[in-house]
């Protein structure tokens, strides 16, 4: 059945009118959509006989509904009120998604960021949008660790406002200003403020609200490039446990990292890999996996140090860990594997997608061999080791293969 799709986005006023086009619509239309809000904001419009359907997860279970009650009343056509812009992470969306070949005709109002530009006087073609609305803090990292000067942030009841600045505060962007609109569009609720990082995370903000974070150029921490060993905190002072930095720049070069998007680091040890792929690359998902539990607060320190959000810590034994729920990596760096380098290989391998790289450092013949090994009897493909001497440290291979 071929539906076509009207939809219409409301501000947050209670107060407001429908473009002509729209009433017209709604005088032929039988069947309507929206969330419980909506309802109660265009009850008064809608024919004596219409049909609602809330939109309410899960998303499926509506657009069955959708095209049972549009056969059942013989109707091609469905009105759909939300909020704000129906293409700003909005149903116009989910639309697409379900009935990608459907007809859609939008009547969109202004999103809230948009607004909250506006009230600020505040150009905004220039801003990295970023949604945390029921969605995790990467993208929010990505745009940090980027250094974004000006970003816009969609927010829900746990990403709150003093929630995103107390995350910059723990990585040290304290450089941002941060502009908080609550209840935008309402004639009687709207505020905007303006303040510091620092105030905002012991302050309360009301709900719904949305914020804009804007620096100047030079108030944001430098984003590091090939950081020297000494300046991480180390596993018991010891500079010769961390991978050189002349090393660790060509092991992110033999990863392919730009091509990949999960990264796991086995045997992290002070994070320095983990941190240096993560700074380069920051739309990476980065898993460490380490043994040795001191390890977890050194990694915690270097990314402070470094200003790196966004690495996710697995501590154990990487042979006995659960990786459920885990996203599959298609670049593996292997840091450390206390003799048990085959063991490890055989629990990776079948978890790479073709075309996923696996790295790492031998510093032994013996090492060097269980890698052409495991290599071998996997049916992966080597690449050709670099052979390498920094200053007066012992020669490394640079292994690499290939899915």
């Not at 657009?63 to 091609?76: K, L, N």
């Not at 939300?82 to 697409?96: E, M």
């Not at 009935?99 to 948009?114: A, G, H, V, W």
Request: aromatic share 8%.
């Amino acid at each position: 059945m071929h539906m076509r799709f009207i939809v219409v986005g409301l501000p947050d006023s209670p107060c407001f009118e429908l473009p002509v086009e729209v009433l017209q619509a709604i005088s032929t239309a039988k069947v309507f959509s929206g969330g419980k809000r909506h309802h109660e904001l265009v009850r008064h419009w809608l024919p004596q006989d219409a049909s609602w359907i809330d939109i309410v997860a899960p998303m499926k279970a509506v657009f069955d509904e959708y095209e049972s009650t549009c056969r059942v009343v013989q109707a091609d056509e469905l009105v759909v009120f939300v909020s704000n812009d129906p293409l700003f992470y909005g149903f116009a969306n989910t639309i697409k998604r379900f009935m990608p070949d459907t007809d859609i005709r939008l009547y969109p109002y202004f999103n809230s960021l948009q607004m909250l530009a506006h009230r600020l006087v505040m150009p905004y073609h220039d801003m990295r949008i970023v949604s945390l609305t029921g969605r995790p803090w990467h993208e929010f990292d990505c745009a940090l660790i980027e250094r974004c000067l000006k970003i816009g942030v969609l927010t829900d009841r746990e990403h709150t406002p003093a929630a995103i600045a107390a995350r910059m505060l723990a990585y040290g962007f304290d450089g941002y200003t941060m502009s908080v609109g609550e209840h935008l569009g309402h004639p009687e609720k709207e505020r905007v403020r303006s303040l510091a990082v620092q105030d905002a995370v012991v302050n309360e903000f009301e709900y719904p609200n949305c914020l804009i974070l804007h620096a100047e150029e030079g108030a944001v921490p430098q984003r590091e490039y090939g950081i020297e060993e000494r300046r991480f905190a180390l596993l018991d002072g010891r500079v010769n446990m961390i991978t050189k930095m002349p090393i660790r720049l060509l092991s992110l070069q033999a990863l392919h990292l730009r091509t990949h998007r999960v990264f796991w680091d086995i045997g992290f040890c002070t994070g320095s890999i983990s941190i240096e792929a993560k700074l380069q690359f920051p739309y990476l998902h980065v898993v460490a996996f380490e043994i040795r539990p001191d390890c977890e607060t050194i990694l915690q320190e270097n990314q402070k140090r470094f200003h790196c959000p966004g690495i996710m810590p697995v501590m154990g034994d990487f042979l006995e860990a659960d990786l459920t729920g885990l996203p599959s990596p298609d670049a593996v760096f292997i840091g450390g594997h206390g003799g048990r380098l085959k063991e490890i290989l055989h629990r990776i391998v079948p978890l790479l997608s073709a075309g996923a790289h696996v790295v790492m450092n031998s510093v032994t013949p013996q090492s060097l061999a269980l890698f052409d090994e495991a290599v071998a009897e996997l049916g992966l493909h080597a690449m050709r080791p670099m052979y390498i001497t920094v200053d007066n440290h012992n020669p490394i291979h640079i292994l690499s293969a290939t899915k």
